[in-house]
């Protein structure tokens, strides 16, 4: 559908998986629900956003994860099995990444990855 090569098509999959798993691990407690929104324009750019309710196990504003984003950039995670997801996943194969607190609790997280047109 939105004709991307089949790298980046992979890297979207990873990208929303990270997103999704780490709401629904931290951000969403069980049998709540998270939202997923994709957004494609043709040749600009894909967009992923992905809301929780803020009813999990580890509630964290989107200052505190801003902060723990910016340590983990700096550590050496290559031998760690967790904590690089959005530091090497997430943030490496896109150009923008936003946390925000959503008014009725729980983050919102909004990443874009821009194409330049040929």
């Known amino acids: 559908m939105t004709n991307l ?3 980046w098509t992979s890297r979207f999959q990873s990208i929303v998986d990270e997103l ?3 709401a629904m691990e931290y951000g969403s407690g069980q ?3 998270i939202i997923l929104t994709l957004i494609y324009t043709p040749e600009k750019s894909f967009e992923v956003i992905v809301e929780d309710t803020g009813t999990g196990k580890i509630h964290k504003k989107a200052a505190e994860i801003k902060k723990i984003l910016g340590k983990n950039n700096n550590k050496n995670l290559s031998k760690s099995i967790r904590g690089r997801g959005l530091s090497k996943i997430v943030q490496s194969w896109t ?3 936003h946390f925000i607190d959503r008014e009725e609790g729980g983050i919102k997280v909004h990443v874009r990855k821009k194409f330049s047109a040929t």
Request: hydrophobic letters at 10%; glycine letters at 0%.
């Open 95 to 97: 150009d923008e990444i």
């Open 31 to 33: 049998d709540k629900e």
């Open 5 to 7: 090569d089949s790298t």
């Open 20 to 22: 999704c798993t780490n």
